[in-house]
């Protein structure tokens, strides 16, 4: 068991001697040498358009409120398509649905879509016509 600690302790204190043949290599080329490679091309795209959907909820001003209402209110009387965006609770992010208001309830300041979707109008945070 001495031995080897002598043998490890001579490693270990040993000089260094750089080779007179070959050249040291210089550091940048020693990190890119350990640098991560490209196997997931695309992924930080992907990442970055999951960041994006993941967002905070986004509270608008009463202007704003206004003319979604009167575009949802446009919809209902012209029976016209259009895209809302909101923020699904449920799942934490913006999403979109394409589709006809029914109704409108200004008590509860809920849409409902034709095919019994409900939305509450503080979750809405885009509305326009297809």
Known sequence: MKN???????????????????????????ATQFAPFAALTGFEQEVALIREKYQRKRYLDQA????????LTQSVTEHRPLVIEYFNEAVGYYDEVTGVVTNLDNRRQ?????????????????????
């Open 110 to 130: 809920e849409c409902i879509l034709a095919n019994k979707q409900v939305m509450y109008l503080e979750n809405i945070g885009g509305v326009w016509f297809r």
């Open 64 to 71: 704003a409120q206004t003319q979604i209402w009167t575009l």
């Open 4 to 30: 080897r600690e002598h043998l490890r302790e001579e490693l270990v204190n040993k000089e260094y001697i750089p080779a007179r043949n070959h050249p040291r290599m210089p550091r940048t080329k020693r």
